[in-house]
């Protein structure tokens, strides 16, 4: 988990990390624990008591009920429940948001990274989990009841039909393209064995990064050290992922237009403009719109950013309006 403080300004003062064996003893247990612990932290390394924070932002997967401002269906945080939100009120004695974490992506796109020029677009997310976070006007789209976006259960063709809404990796885009399954392709396609050293034990994000390392040897030819086989298995592999990222966006495309697709999360960034221009061939291959398909520029911690930008606007209209009486 990871946290920072920011001053009014927007300046970040700390950042601090909780360590993976801490928000594993915590996090299946005791998420409100988790979150102070992590806060604590932050204030110590800023210089700052607890007290002194005005707002307190926490990105979470999965479905935010907007009745209750608790996380709900966030799979692999159990823990999250109703009451949580309530609880991390009484620990912090301050008011807690909890977003949605891809949303929380999109909004430090719009202001720092690739969408900053676009009032329409969409971010699909790509890494452990598939998701997706809908910007019009300039605003954030949530739906009535918090879970548009929620597109690892979208049907799409080649994936079974999720049979629980519990458990989305078994059907739909998730299924497709989540982590597990550009793990299962790359293996296909000869990438992440034991002879492969470059991506054996790799996470999906860097195991696509050395994946388009090899696939751009072919524009260094007869320069290139890859064999050309290699060089082939990497195109098509970028060529599937792109076709199954892509059975998702032209859903979004037909039912939204948006003139901008963002990439995110660690498979859309290490991708880049890779994986996106073949997303884009495959969408205006699929469905009559034809939209611009970028890869993310926020390149470190997005919803963190996302985070502290909410957390900072809402504690300059706090500050806005105690001035005003």
Do not use: Y
Not at 192 to 218: L, N, W
């Amino acid at each position: 988990m990871s946290t920072a403080v920011a001053d009014v300004t927007g300046r970040v003062i700390a950042e601090a990390r909780i360590a993976d064996a801490v928000e594993d003893a915590f996090g299946d247990e005791d998420p409100v624990e988790l979150v102070r612990s992590a806060v604590d932290g932050a204030c110590r390394r800023a210089g700052v008591s607890v007290s002194m924070l005005s707002a307190f932002v926490i990105g979470s997967p999965g479905v935010v009920d907007p009745a209750t401002g608790d996380a709900r269906l966030a799979i692999n945080l159990p823990a999250w429940h109703d009451g949580v939100l309530a609880g991390l009120r009484d620990a912090l004695h301050k008011n807690v948001l909890i977003e949605n974490d891809v949303n929380l992506a999109a909004m430090a796109e719009h202001a720092l990274g690739a969408a900053s020029d676009a009032d329409d677009f969409v971010l699909i997310w790509l890494g452990l989990g598939v998701g997706l976070a809908t910007v019009l006007g300039g605003r954030l789209h949530r739906g009535a009841s918090g879970a548009a976006g929620e597109i690892g259960w979208l049907p799409v063709p080649g994936a079974p039909i999720t049979a629980d809404v519990a458990h989305p990796a078994d059907g739909g885009l998730q299924w497709l393209a989540g982590a597990d399954a550009v793990h299962t392709l790359a293996a296909e396609h000869g990438f992440g064995t034991e002879a492969d050293s470059a991506t054996t034990g790799a996470s999906a994000g860097d195991m696509v990064r050395a994946i388009v390392a090899v696939a751009g040897a072919a524009r260094t030819q007869p320069a290139a050290t890859e064999p050309a086989s290699s060089v082939a298995r990497a195109g098509r592999f970028l060529d599937e992922l792109a076709h199954r990222v892509a059975l998702g966006a032209a859903a979004v495309c037909t039912v939204i237009d948006p003139g901008l697709i963002v990439l995110g999360g660690e498979v859309g960034l290490a991708g880049g403009t890779a994986l996106a221009d073949r997303v884009a061939a495959e969408v205006t291959r699929l469905c009559p719109v034809r939209p611009r398909v970028v890869p993310t520029t926020v390149a470190s911690d997005p919803v963190l950013r996302g985070a502290l930008l909410t957390a900072v606007n809402r504690a300059r209209a706090d500050l806005l309006a105690s001035v005003a009486g």
